[in-house]
């Protein structure tokens, strides 16, 4: 699909992606796509009728802060939006030749602010890498229990906290909280020294169910609006002492970074994958028919302070993970607890076969046994202040690229 | 405080307590307060200009659907407004003769349908009584091990769902899901057989905090709106087979109900009392002063379809708990957790010392080896379809009473 706009080769976005975000337009938050090197601001292009013949034109879902109402309008509507803001950049579109016009609506990509593109209503966060969950009973459990008995069973998953999600580029601070060595008899209050990330993605819900209405794992992709990149900081010390007997808490809650850009499920439909051979067979409600997962590949680098140029630490894929989103979302409303347009379901950390597809610190070090050897010389157990963690994603076929963007963070020192 | 309206002399609703809430007026939720039988318009008041001379005027926090905006607008306001309130309906009162207006900001409390109060961006859920835990510990894990290691160093807590959070009157569902018993293999999918209460109280966070900012324990109570009571449902089989290693998820996220009517700090303030001793010495940052919780008693009731009065099952009170909301709330943040206005925080279970202060069934029949007998000749290991489970709550001093009305839902049976 040719557009009268440059797109490079490698772009993550061409015509065939148009995901969706939220820029900053002269201290407004505007919704936008991405095409090439630019943001097209979809507010403005409303605003103008450009939008106007298709169904959902009287809900003015571009005119929002956030992406919410446009989710709520299901499938449908972002077809339709989809087909329209291709259209009006194809080779020779009628906007094409107008500079004053172009000049209100295109910004450049690199220069953007992007903001938190969705008012998260819930986040839950799954668990549902066999191999991470594998590595990490390993460690902790010992190799005969690495597996609890229930995971292949059911895509384990616990809530996490909605308001603390941040957008790509914002800093973190280094969390302090109680931690409990193993050579001393009380807990301490100290700022982490096991800073970690955890390289995961998350879909976002588009049209929720009622409560009490579990949604079928066969409607369930119809339930989904698109997919982010996520970066879920763990603090591994705080965790440790405080996650018996009801999960994770504070260790996770202080920030987890997504990309700014929602890809749609339309843009993946070519990079559709079987999954991986469940067995036990999974119960009834958690069947899934044909190609259930995506080829989405993960990379995660990290750049110190005295780096010039990111590194890469972490190689994975979505297609490792165990259980599919059709099963995630299928079983998160089994026993009726409702979902919400903006709702985000994160896939929990996604380690691969191989020890270069391991993606967390805690795995990659294995519990900082193995430390990482760095370009500029140092090593890392965990992170330092000063670290910049980048993920990135892409899917690639056929020469069609569709691109994820990047999660960054970049680590400051505690401030208490 | 006497009011032109009469009241009762046992009503959760004097003058002094002027709780928040929102209920429907011809098919719009309208903020209201109760007084007494009634409900009070607050919605049309402020129409009306009753609230112009007040700082927070310019806000019409009334004229929202959800008490989220009145609630960050902080203490101050809040105070005002009760203020306000208070005067308007003082005996002799300007109003006190207008019957024509009287009639439109005057509702009968009992045919009043009422809404969830507020928008509510996170839940989370404590595990503050020692007394459940213990109970719960000695059950899973025998008495020696009853509390984990570290329960009494910090207050533990996990992330709730805000989506499926009803208000009283709300139906219940009865959840199916994945349960697996001991005398077999494999899970087997059913509707719960183990649907259980849990008696807790919540609290709204006013004002919240920034990103990396944690609230300081000395603070904590100036970020508190108010309180009201709380069901957190669960379903323990299906806990029990799906909790390791993260938490709680689909037994606790079906639904949890609260009261209608939030209790301002404000009206609790004559009811505070010292918490129990602490020991260890809890860390700096959990440091409270003076008298850190409140005298409130707790009462469940169950009512099942045979029976034609509701059946006290457990007394309780919140002082029972041994961490504080101020220790809670600085403990939720310390490592840089944001909060906003409406979000909830649960106490956990509120168990107490004696067998008839225990909050649960699991509890109440020591995991159903003790069942309970009913008035009505049945016995309740568990709740039974269309059992109807009631929790309310009151504090009473010096001829003082302040209510927090009821939370109740009525179990349906599984509809799959």
Chains 1, 2 share one sequence.
Not at 50 to 77: H, I, Q, T, W
Request: aromatic share 12%; with cysteine; charged share 25%.
């Amino acid at each position: 699909m040719k557009s009268f706009l440059k797109i490079e080769k490698h772009s993550d976005f061409p015509m065939e992606n148009i995901p969706f975000g939220v820029f900053l337009n002269q201290d407004e938050p505007h919704i936008c796509t991405a095409i090439g090197e630019f943001v097209v601001d979809l507010n403005i292009l409303e605003s103008f009728g450009y939008f106007k013949d298709c169904s959902f034109a009287d809900e003015k879902p571009f005119s929002e802060a956030v992406l919410n109402k446009f989710m709520s309008l299901g499938k449908e509507a972002r077809v339709e939006a989809r087909k329209k803001i291709q259209e009006l950049f194809l080779e020779n579109s009628p906007i094409s030749g107008g500079k004053g016009f172009l000049d209100k609506i295109l910004f450049p990509l690199e220069k953007a602010t992007m903001l938190l593109p969705v008012a998260i209503g819930d986040y839950t966060d799954f668990y549902s890498s066999r191999e991470h969950a594998t590595n990490v009973g390993i460690m902790f459990r010992g190799k005969e229990n690495a597996l609890m008995p229930n995971w292949l069973h059911l895509p384990v998953a616990y809530h996490g906290r909605a308001s603390s999600i941040v957008v790509s580029g914002t800093d973190l601070i280094r969390p302090s909280g109680q931690i409990k060595n193993d050579d001393k008899p009380a807990p301490e209050f100290s700022k982490t020294n096991q800073l970690d990330f955890e390289l995961e993605m998350g879909f976002f819900i588009g049209t929720g169910n009622e409560l009490g209405k579990p949604v079928k794992s066969e409607n369930a992709f119809e339930h989904i609006f698109g997919m982010v990149l996520v970066n879920d900081w763990s603090a591994r010390d705080i965790q440790k002492w405080e996650y018996v007997p009801l999960g994770p808490f504070l260790s996770k809650n202080f920030a987890t970074t997504i990309s700014p850009w929602i890809i749609t499920l339309e843009a993946l439909e070519p990079f559709k994958v079987e999954g991986p051979k469940q067995e036990p067979e999974p119960m009834d409600y958690l069947k899934t028919q044909g190609n259930p997962t995506y080829d989405i590949n993960l990379e995660v680098y990290i750049k110190s302070g005295k780096m010039s140029e990111p590194y890469l630490i972490s190689k994975s894929n979505f297609k490792y993970l165990y259980w599919n989103m059709a099963q995630q979302l299928a079983h998160h409303t089994i026993t009726g607890c409702n979902t919400r347009p903006g709702d985000m379901m994160a896939s929990g950390t996604i380690s691969g076969p191989e020890k270069e597809n391991r993606g967390s610190m805690l795995e990659l070090t294995w519990r900082g046994t193995e430390p990482i050897k760095l370009p500029d010389g140092s090593e890392r157990k965990f992170f330092n202040d000063g670290d910049e963690v980048i993920i990135k994603g892409y899917c690639e076929k056929d020469g069609l690229r569709i691109g994820f963007g990047e999660s960054k963070g970049l680590i400051l020192p505690d401030g208490q």
